[in-house]
């Protein structure tokens, strides 16, 4: 098993649920190694659908979901748009919650904790209670906790949707030094076609139905994401072609 071989394949999926929607249609994916992959496409387009299916959420109606590493499949990072935080609970227990329930005590968990907390720019904040906390902050703390059990794959669903612009620039160039940091491969939702552009090393478009793959859109790895490649020629390409691809996956519904 290379390392080139991927983290894991989807292949031939179909995903119907009881009311008759297909979801997905004979849908693959081999998700590479270390990779900042983004779905892009219209709503409903089945790509939260996708992400609960690698997740192991929901089960395929055909096809197969194949793990490279089965240890990988079992410790995955799920960061949701909402920070779905336990309102009850203060920073360390929200962020301690995957670990207590993999059988650590509070303890033995405080370490990694405490060392999340301040990769997430969060270490003065230990006490504080979810409601006294911005919007920004308490997707940290829900980043936090996607990724205490360092999973191999952090999967984020429109995570930075209901954030304000400056707040989600900060967040993004944040969330890629952890990525890189910790070595996670991401997949992650998003409406935005700048900040597919900006985070991802790779865009797939969806079409609006069955979640076919329209294009996909290399961008290269080697390119420094910061404020000059937000200004210059090549993401502005980018972003043209992420544009042109999700037209097309409207396809028909936007005549
Ligand atoms: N549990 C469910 N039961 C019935 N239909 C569902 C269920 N979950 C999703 N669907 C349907 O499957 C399709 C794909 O949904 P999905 O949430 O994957 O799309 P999406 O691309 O993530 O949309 P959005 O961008 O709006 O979040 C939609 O038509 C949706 O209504």
């Known amino acids: 098993m290379g390392a080139a071989e991927p983290l894991v394949s989807l292949r031939g999926i179909g995903k119907s649920f009881a009311n008759g929607v297909a979801a997905l249609e004979n849908f693959d994916l081999d998700l590479r190694d270390g990779e900042f992959l983004t779905l892009l496409g219209p709503s409903g387009c089945g790509k ?3 992400l609960r299916l690698i997740a192991g959420l929901v089960t395929p109606s055909a096809g197969a979901v194949d793990w490279r590493d089965a240890a990988a499949a079992h410790n995955i990072g799920f960061v949701f748009q909402e920070a779905t935080l ?5 920073v360390f227990d929200n962020v301690c919650l995957p670990l207590r329930l993999a059988g650590k005590t509070r303890e033995a ?3 990694l904790v405490r060392e999340t ?3 997430v720019g969060l270490a003065d904040f230990e006490t504080a209670l979810p409601r ?3 919007g920004g902050m308490k997707m940290r703390v829900a980043i936090a906790r ?4 360092r999973p191999k794959l952090l999967l984020m669903d429109e995570p930075f949707a209901a954030l304000d612009e400056v707040t989600r620039f900060r967040l993004g160039d944040d969330l890629l030094a952890m990525k890189r940091r910790l070595d996670t491969t991401i997949v992650f939702v998003t409406h935005s076609i700048y900040e597919s552009v900006y985070l991802s090393t790779r865009i797939l478009a969806l079409a ?3 979640g076919a793959i329209v294009d996909a859109i290399d961008i290269d790895a ?3 994401r910061d404020d000059e490649f937000r200004a210059s020629p090549a993401f502005a390409q980018y972003c043209r072609r992420a544009s042109a691809a999700l037209r097309s996956a409207y396809g028909e519904e936007l005549r």
């Open 109 to 111: 968990a405080a370490p």
């Open 117 to 119: 907390l301040a990769l």
């Open 222 to 224: 080697t390119i420094a």
């Open 132 to 134: 006294q906390l911005s």
């Open 208 to 210: 609006a139905r069955g």
């Open 48 to 50: 939260s659908t996708a």
């Open 146 to 149: 996607g990724l205490v059990t």
């Open 86 to 90: 336990l309102p009850w609970a203060d």
